[in-house]
Structure formats: structure tokens, C-alpha cells
């Protein structure tokens, strides 16, 4: 029972390379997130989705793309990586039944900008 | 907008003392949903509790405890009887009941527990 994973676990990149990370799930959720976390700040949402075709902004959305092509992935992008993305990154999913909102997390996504 | 403000930072405390995590939540929401999640520091998220806003009833599992009171707009976690492997950060968190699981997190609570 994988639940929520992310693709890769670490990675540095230098100033103005770009990158994706994958978020893969298994639940057929309807709804997945990107949060990025800062010492001090807690979670803070990046991007969202609402199902396959579709994406919002969060809180944080500056200098990032996502994409929703199929149901079970939801991609982030960053076309110029900047030292303020240094940053752990999750990915979370959620049932659209309203019963259920309990959020999946994956194991997060340890970025370094140099 | 939806606010959650964990006002303590960091807490240490000595193994088997009981320990109060504080959570205070700000919306305009009639319906929503609270949160807890644990953070150990391999740094995966841990579900712990979801309680929905018309449920007040305190909730006990096993040394955890939740007392949720919306008179004062906290939603609290005790452990009792803490030990060394509930260290970890709390995060308290809400959910607009517009947004279907769009979470709002509190900067979260350092709790360390000496032996």
C-alpha cells in the first residue's frame, strides 16, 4: 500500500536550473496539494488541484508550474530555481467525500538552492 | 481567512510529566475541520486527528487527549505520561468547508522529551 510518494527524495540545484518533481498516488483521490515547508513557517500551499485538468493557486504559488495530466500525478516545475525554493517539499492527497478530508502526505522532498 | 496560531514554539519536558500542545484557530467558516499532525525527525507527516466543528466532545486515544472548544476558538492536545519518542513538531491545522481539505498549518510546536 504505497499511498503518496514523491520522486526524488533530495536534490541541489544551482541557481536558475530547472526541475519537476513527481507525486505519485494510489488512492484515487480526487484532490492533491504541493506544500513547501520553511523552518519556523509550517506547511504552506504551493499549488492544488481538484481533479485530472485542473490546477489553482495557493498561498505561495510564485515561481512554480504544476500539471495534472493524470489523475494519480500531480507535477510541480521550476523553471529558474532561486535560493529562496530551498525547501522541503510535500505533496498531499484527499477523497472528495467530505467525510474523508484527512489529508496523505508523502515523505517530502529535500530541495537545496545554491 | 482561516489562521491557526501555535503560540508555544518549543516545549521541553522531562519523560512521564504530561504535556499541553496550544492551538488557536481564527474562520469565518460555520463548517470545518481541525487537525493534528506529527512530525518525528525522520520528517514524515503523521495523521493524529481530524474533528469536525460540530463535534466539541473531547476525544481520548490512548495517552492522547483533544480538547476542542469553539467558544474560545482552541482545539488543545495533551499528552499524558510523555515519552522520549514524542518528540517531534505538532502541527495543528483547518480546513476551509469550502475547499474540501485545503489545509491551513500552524508554524507547529517543537516538543522535546528527555528521559
Known amino acids: 500500500n504505497a499511498g503518496v510518494t514523491q520522486t526524488p527524495k533530495f536534490r541541489v540545484l544551482k541557481t536558475g536550473q530547472s526541475m519537476t518533481l513527481l507525486c505519485a498516488q494510489d488512492?484515487?483521490?480526487?484532490?492533491m496539494y504541493w506544500y513547501r515547508q520553511d523552518p519556523g513557517m509550517g506547511l504552506r500551499l504551493i499549488h492544488y488541484?481538484?481533479?485530472?485538468?485542473?490546477?489553482a493557486k495557493g498561498e505561495v504559488p510564485d515561481g512554480y508550474n504544476v500539471s495534472r495530466l493524470k489523475k494519480q500525478n500531480f507535477l510541480l516545475g521550476l523553471e529558474s530555481a532561486a535560493p529562496s525554493q530551498t525547501s522541503v517539499y510535500f505533496c498531499?492527497?484527499?477523497?472528495?467525500?467530505?467525510?474523508?478530508?484527512?489529508?496523505?502526505f508523502g515523505q517530502g522532498t529535500r530541495l537545496t538552492v545554491v | 481567512a482561516q489562521k491557526v496560531t501555535q503560540a508555544q514554539t518549543e516545549i521541553s519536558v522531562v519523560e512521564k510529566e504530561d504535556v499541553t500542545l496550544d492551538c488557536v484557530y481564527e474562520?469565518?467558516?460555520?463548517?470545518?475541520?481541525l487537525f493534528w499532525y506529527k512530525q518525528p525527525p525522520s520528517g514524515e507527516l503523521v495523521f493524529l486527528i481530524r474533528?469536525?466543528?460540530?463535534?466539541?466532545q473531547n476525544e481520548i486515544s490512548g495517552r492522547y487527549s483533544w480538547n476542542f472548544q469553539k467558544s474560545t476558538s482552541s482545539f488543545n492536545f495533551t499528552i499524558t505520561a510523555s515519552q522520549v519518542v514524542d518528540s517531534a513538531v505538532y502541527f495543528c491545522?483547518?480546513?476551509?468547508?469550502?475547499?474540501?481539505?485545503?489545509?491551513?498549518f500552524g508554524r507547529g510546536t517543537q516538543l522535546t522529551v528527555w528521559p
Open positions: 491545522a483547518t480546513d476551509r468547508g469550502s475547499t474540501l481539505g485545503r489545509l491551513y
Open positions: 488512492m484515487n483521490h480526487e484532490y
Open positions: 474562520t469565518r467558516d460555520t463548517t470545518y475541520y
Open positions: 488541484s481538484v481533479g485530472e485538468g485542473t490546477t
Open positions: 498531499a492527497s484527499s477523497d472528495l467525500n467530505r467525510g474523508n478530508t484527512e489529508a496523505f
Open positions: 474533528r469536525n466543528s460540530f463535534d466539541e
